[in-house]
């Protein structure tokens, strides 16, 4: 398949001759050509002047096509799923509403700038409050993300969000619960499966003893439950429901504390039934649900209120300080990169933790090993471990000092 041209496009001004000459390559469907200047000032002249005269691969489209074309594109590519490619979309056309059919070129700095402080200081429908410094930071990173695109694919020739720096610092994760309030926690959600049967309260420990989504346990069939309740298939191939992404899938052990309770949820139903769904066919209950049962456990165990996604931050932080290595805990938790498990869900601080707990259970072993404490060698010791060559020459400079002296 022949490769397309790339979009005519400007490249530099680069520095030559220990700064005493600048080029700037133009680049369009007849190759490229370069010109030269005497300063950095006449150079980006030249640049605009070319920019104007180059014709633009985005003429006449508006930013809407931009977007539309952007999500497109990373859906092809594989960089995201649908589903999210169609959030990011969508907020993208709610945050640049106002601009959406004006010509691409039309957004400026100035007017990106007007946009970022506009959405910094609105307040929003749902709180009356202006956005948290996550929310906004992440539209502004949606939009970077859009326009680096659009100036790669040479529709522009520099991003209008290319200088705007993000304001406020965001939250340091989500709130999780300490070890022993999800010790709390997971008594009070046993106790009420025991005792009134209630699926989701089962369903809200599954997710924190197995660090899965609440989506993946929802999707969670009869016949996932495999090897006598010791193992759970998570995401399974042979499943509708694929994953948040190309990691999700996974077989996770089943702690014995869950196994009985959940053979005898599965018991007698069909195999494709859902899990925790509802009834004996068992209709897929909806994530909210989730959110308003994890509330009701926290409330009812006396601990802090939390998401559902944050208990997944409790397994996280629990696999990183008991040792495990870290592609195993975001390999268990269905991520690609321990990078995103560090960021976002371990509590700060446990991974360095974790690494100076190693490297002192390293240096015991050692000594262990060594036997005895180690003590301060003694004179003759020392003299005795010496090479016989150095311990020839230190009498002798000792004859020489004795020497002098006398």
């Known amino acids: 398949m022949p490769r397309s041209k790339a979009p005519p496009r400007i490249k530099g001004p680069y520095s030559e001759r220990g700064g005493t000459r600048f080029r700037i390559r133009i680049c369009d469907a007849t190759g490229h050509r370069d010109l030269y200047f005497?300063?950095?000032?006449?150079?980006?002249?030249?640049?605009?002047?070319?920019?104007?005269?180059?014709?633009?691969?985005?003429?006449?489209?508006?930013?809407?096509?931009?977007?539309?074309?952007?999500?497109?594109h990373k859906v092809q590519q594989g960089v995201c799923s649908a589903r999210t490619a169609e959030e990011h979309r969508?907020?993208?056309?709610?945050?640049?509403?106002?601009?959406?059919?004006?010509?691409?070129?039309?957004?400026?700095?100035?007017?990106?700038?007007?946009?970022?402080?506009?959405?910094?200081?609105?307040?929003?429908g749902k709180t009356g409050q202006p956005p948290t410094a996550a929310t906004h930071r992440y539209y502004l990173k949606l939009a970077k993300a859009l326009f680096r695109w659009a100036v790669g694919r040479g529709y522009l020739r520099e991003s209008p969000f290319l200088r705007i720096q993000p304001v406020g610092r965001p939250n340091r994760g989500k709130k999780q619960l300490r070890f022993d309030e999800a010790?709390?926690?997971?008594?009070?959600a046993l106790q009420q499966f025991d005792e009134q049967q209630d699926v989701m309260a089962l369903a809200a420990v599954t997710a924190l003893?197995?660090?899965?989504?609440?989506?993946?346990?929802?999707?969670?069939?009869?016949?996932?439950?495999?090897c006598g309740g010791t193992k759970l298939w998570v995401a399974a191939l042979d499943s509708d429901y694929r994953g948040k992404t190309a990691n999700a899938a996974r077989d996770p052990d089943v702690p014995e504390i869950l196994r009985p309770r959940l053979l005898q949820l599965a018991a007698d139903r069909a195999p494709a039934a859902y899990l925790f769904g509802q009834g004996r066919t068992g209709k897929p209950k909806c994530r909210q649900l989730m959110y308003s049962t994890v509330k009701r456990l926290c409330v009812a165990a006396g601990v802090p209120v939390v998401c559902p996604h944050s208990l997944r931050g409790v397994w996280a932080t629990a696999g990183v300080r008991s040792g495990a290595l870290s592609h195993t805990v975001a390999a268990a938790l269905g991520?690609?990169?321990?990078?995103?498990?560090?960021?976002?869900?371990?509590?700060?601080?446990?991974?360095?933790?974790t690494r100076t707990q190693r490297l002192v259970q390293m240096l015991d072993l050692d000594a262990a090993q060594l036997g005895a404490q180690p003590s301060t060698p003694s004179a003759e010791q020392l003299l005795a471990s010496l090479p016989s060559a150095t311990l020839a020459r230190l009498i002798e400079l000792a004859n020489q000092t004795r020497e002098q002296k006398a």
């Open 183 to 188: 010790q709390q926690f997971i008594t009070t």
């Open 209 to 226: 003893l197995l660090g899965c989504r609440s989506s993946e346990v929802l999707q969670l069939r009869v016949r996932d439950l495999d």
């Open 38 to 72: 005497s300063t950095r000032q006449e150079a980006l002249a030249g640049i605009k002047q070319a920019f104007c005269e180059l014709p633009s691969s985005a003429q006449g489209r508006s930013l809407a096509e931009i977007i539309d074309a952007y999500v497109e």
């Open 90 to 124: 969508a907020r993208l056309r709610w945050w640049l509403d106002g601009s959406l059919q004006d010509d691409l070129a039309k957004l400026t700095a100035k007017r990106a700038a007007a946009l970022y402080e506009h959405l910094v200081q609105t307040p929003t």
């Open 335 to 353: 991520h690609g990169s321990f990078a995103v498990t560090a960021k976002h869900y371990v509590q700060p601080g446990a991974v360095e933790r």
